[in-house]
């Protein structure tokens, strides 16, 4: 298992960006220094990212063949890109065009492209999406419907009933893991049995 601090955050080095935009480069590092490990097996890589880190996580995987299996939880959109890709034309323009483009110049950096344009990259690789029933104020249910229709096979969805922005592990711990320990098993041991 390897837990890392993102860019510019605890313990890490370099300038944050609020939004995530380029840190699936972190994201590809740490695959990188997995497969160096003789400890590691490369076919079965799995990642799970809350928030951001799921956002992060959707890019990487669709730019990576290291992710065999990812979850992502919470995510719904880091710029006006995704707000025009998730049909929200007026809030994508008004609070994402200005969010985006002062990230954008303050930053020096360009928004990634929409996740939903991201998330059919990562088939053949498993993909879970979960997201809070409430979860930040209950938008992020239409992202994630749009991202699991997109998505290609093997994919799996989860609305955590009652749940907040990433509190599926603390609105329903026992369902939570035994969920999320089951996508891994079926996405990651049995690429080993078939190998």
Request: hydrophobic share 40%.
């Amino acid at each position: 298992m390897l837990l890392f601090d993102r860019r510019g955050e605890g313990a890490s080095d370099g300038d944050p960006n609020i939004f995530g935009w380029a840190g699936d480069r972190d994201l590809h590092a740490a695959a990188k220094f997995l497969r160096s490990r003789a400890d590691v097996d490369p076919e079965r890589i799995g990642g799970i990212g809350l928030s951001v880190g799921g956002e992060m996580l959707i890019h990487a995987a669709a730019h990576s063949d290291a992710f065999k299996a990812i979850v992502s939880e919470g995510a719904s959109g880091q710029s006006v890109r995704d707000g025009l890709a998730n049909g929200d034309k007026l809030d994508a323009f008004l609070g994402g065009g200005a969010v985006t483009l002062a990230t954008a110049i303050f930053t020096n950096t360009l928004p990634p492209p929409s996740l939903k344009s991201e998330v059919p990259k990562i088939a053949p690789n498993s993909v879970f999406f979960v997201y809070g029933q409430h979860g930040q104020g209950g938008s992020e249910k239409k992202p994630n419907q749009l991202f699991y229709a997109a998505a290609g096979p093997p994919k799996q969805i989860w609305e955590v009933p009652g749940g907040q922005h990433i509190a599926g592990i603390t609105t329903r711990p026992d369902e939570y893991e035994q969920r999320v320990v089951a996508f891994f098993d079926r996405a990651l041991l049995h690429k080993r049995k078939t190998r």
